[in-house]
C-alpha cells in the first residue's frame, strides 16, 4: 500500500467521479484506475461501485476513507517536523483570511516579513466557507476568520478578540452621533451589504430576515474593501464588523442593536495535526500587534 494510493483513494471518494479527480490529481484516468485496482487487490476488498453513470463507496470504502486521511495527515505532518527540524523558521506558511479580518492583519505581515525573510507567506482571501475547506485539504496551514456560525468537527478554533456587528457609515452621515442604531434606523437610508455567503451577511442573516425587511439595499458585494471604499464615497451605509474600518480615519462604526452582538475573531486549525514552528509564530505576533490588543480591551 502506497500513500499515492491512499491519496488517489480520497480524491476519488471525495469527487465520486474519476475523471474530476484525475483531472486534479494530474494524472491520467487509466492511471487511477490502475491504481486503485492495486489498492483493491492488496487488500482484498471492492472500494467503489461503478457503473457508466454513478460511483458510490462501498462498506469497505466507508471504513477506509477515515483511516486513509488520518495517515495522509500523519504523513505530512512527519515531513513538516523534520522540516521544521532541519530548516527552523524558512519553507512556505499558508494562511487563509476572511475579507473582513485583513485589515488587522497588515502590522503582522509586515513585522514578520521583516524578521523572518526565509519563510515565504502564501496568503489567500476567500469567504469563511471556502477556506474552511481549504483547511480540511490542508491547503492552508491556518485560518484567519470569525468564529463560524456551525462548528466544524475537524476544526479548532481559538479566540484572539471580540467584536461586533456594526453600521459603518462616514463621520459625516446623519446617524453618526448615535451610540447604536437599531434596525428601524436602517430602513430610512440607503444600504450597501456584504453579499450572501460572507461571514458578516451570514451573521446579519440570525438577527435579519433582509430580503423581508423592506430594506433600500442597493448593492451587494463580496469584497468588503471595495464595499467600504463605495460606503465612503457615497455615503451608504453597510454593516461589517467594527475591525474592517481599522486605519479608514473618515469611517464611523456604531453598534449595530441586536441581542448578544458578539462576534469573536479567532484562529481556526485543524485538530491533532502538526503545526509549524512558522506558523506559532505568527499568530503571537499577531495577537501582540497594537489592532489585536486594541480590539481585545474594548470588551474587558
Not at 484516468?29 to 472500494?47: A, F, H
Not at 485589515?103 to 474552511?132: A, S
Not at 453598534?255 to 509549524?276: E, F
Request: hydrophobic share 40%; charged share 25%.
Amino acid at each position: 500500500m502506497e500513500l499515492r494510493q491512499l491519496k488517489y483513494f480520497v480524491r476519488i471518494a471525495e469527487t465520486l467521479n474519476f475523471s474530476e479527480a484525475s483531472r486534479t490529481l494530474y494524472v491520467t484516468q487509466s492511471t487511477l484506475s490502475q491504481q486503485i485496482k492495486t489498492l483493491e487487490d492488496e487488500l482484498g476488498v471492492l472500494l467503489f461501485q461503478r457503473d457508466s453513470h454513478y460511483v458510490t463507496l462501498t462498506e469497505s470504502g466507508e471504513k477506509l476513507l477515515p483511516l486513509a486521511r488520518q495517515t495522509l495527515m500523519d504523513a505530512s505532518s512527519c515531513k513538516e517536523q523534520i522540516k521544521d527540524l532541519q530548516e527552523m523558521l524558512t519553507g512556505e506558511l499558508n494562511i487563509g483570511v476572511t475579507y473582513s479580518f485583513g485589515p488587522i492583519l497588515t502590522e503582522t505581515v509586515k513585522n514578520f516579513m521583516k524578521e523572518y525573510p526565509g519563510v515565504k507567506l502564501n496568503i489567500q482571501y476567500k469567504n469563511m466557507e471556502e477556506l474552511m475547506g481549504m483547511l480540511l485539504h490542508r491547503e492552508v496551514d491556518f485560518v484567519l476568520a470569525f468564529k463560524p456560525i456551525r462548528p466544524y468537527d475537524e476544526i479548532e478554533s481559538h479566540n484572539l478578540f471580540e467584536d461586533g456587528l456594526c453600521v459603518i457609515m462616514r463621520k459625516d452621515h446623519v446617524l453618526a452621533d448615535k451610540s447604536s442604531v437599531g434596525i428601524d434606523d436602517l430602513g430610512k437610508h440607503r444600504l450597501a451589504f456584504p453579499a450572501k455567503g460572507l461571514q458578516a451577511r451570514n451573521a446579519i442573516e440570525k438577527y435579519i430576515d433582509v430580503d423581508a425587511a423592506n430594506l433600500n439595499v442597493c448593492l451587494e458585494i463580496n469584497e468588503a474593501n471595495i464595499l467600504l471604499d463605495i460606503v465612503q464615497h457615497n455615503n451608504l451605509l453597510t454593516i461589517l464588523s467594527e475591525a474592517t474600518i481599522r486605519g479608514r480615519e473618515m469611517l464611523k462604526a456604531i453598534p449595530l442593536d441586536i441581542p448578544d452582538n458578539q462576534m469573536q475573531g479567532c484562529v481556526h486549525a485543524l485538530k491533532r495535526v502538526y503545526r509549524k514552528r512558522s506558523a506559532e509564530v505568527f499568530v503571537k505576533m499577531l495577537r501582540d500587534t497594537n489592532a489585536v490588543q486594541e480590539l481585545s480591551r474594548k470588551w474587558l
